[in-house]
């Protein structure tokens, strides 16, 4: 394990940042002033404005501007040597020692965070095996609670890249069709049963035209953000058959706005749990392609305190995002340089490690209590729901700021 890194920025020097040098998470922010969202890196409490940096020569990852846009897309496209030699350099500009240049700082509490990259599709995957138990059990039985391909194929669907939206975007409640066990016909109003879905989101940062092996998968992968896939369980209850997710998980899907890199994670390297049956040989793991990277959720009522309702790892995960990402390719299916994938939701074996409301509340048996007194089985108005996650390095954490939002009231539905 590395230890810290220390820098010229005083703030990335502190213990308990999520942005230490040795981080280095890549975003696109915009000052009040009206000007143009713009690329910078995340450094203590500051950004290190990517876009003047290049405009004064500081760093020139490729013969055009890549940072005066607002994504990542352009820089990802130039490929590994590119990220390995940006890292390097702003490492060597950010550094005790180096030659101080506090011009190019801006205060993050300053900004308005935007979308770090152009999400060119959107794929949610399955992965955690407490969470596909528990949501088996609840929807179909515990006999039956575990699909018959789960231990074989890492399950996704195609979801929608538009849906995607960035840390502090307000949701509005989903309305939509709703038919419960007792009910004798659907009809269309709010759904009652909106939740929350805990996961790591894995961004491709290289086309592929064809199966690529596990190993590829890794490399191309760019990095990651925290991810939450808000979910209508009464809309999926209804419609989830035969075809799976829709309506249910396309009202929104927020990620935390810095991108952190596979690079800055390359210490906290794990392998995937031990296989429970062999897996094909195409989705084999050569060497330790999962993370040790601890997560927490949190639900704050409108006005109110911030219950932590639950904590658990990225470690809790069957497949890795490189597993995914081969399995994906396997058909032939076509990748391209910000396509997003979906962990699925993570939950540890025990109750407070579960990562959705539906598994804390069982189906809403068993309501949580916050820390106010009042109880939730499902997400109300006004409440907001924040992720946080950390690798734990020695003496300093790689942090991907929060991932949150705010659930608004539904829109009226008119007959
Ligand atoms: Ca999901």
Redesign the pocket.
Known sequence: MTDLIRSWVESANAPGTDFPLNNLPYGVFAADDGTMPRCGVAIGDRIFDLCAAEGDGLVTPAGHPVFDVPYWNDFMDLGHEAWAELRARLTGLLSEGAEPRPEYLVNQADVRMHMPFRVSEYT?FYASKNHAFNVGSMFRGSENALPPNWLHIPIGYNGRASSVVVSGTPVVRPNGQLKGPDDDAPRFGPSRRFDI?L?MGAIVGQPSDGPITVAEAFDNIFGYVLLN?W?ARDIQAWEYQPLGPFQA?ATATTISPWIVTAAALEPFRIPTPAREVPLLPYLAEPAPMLYDITLEVGLTPEGGQETVLSRTNVRELYYSAAQQLAHHTSSGCPMRVGDLL?S??ISGADPDARGSLLEMSWGGKAPITLDTGESRSFIEDGDTLTLRGAALGKGYRIGFGACSGQVRPARPVTD
């Open positions: 949610d879905e996961e896939d979910s998980k979906g699925g939701t």
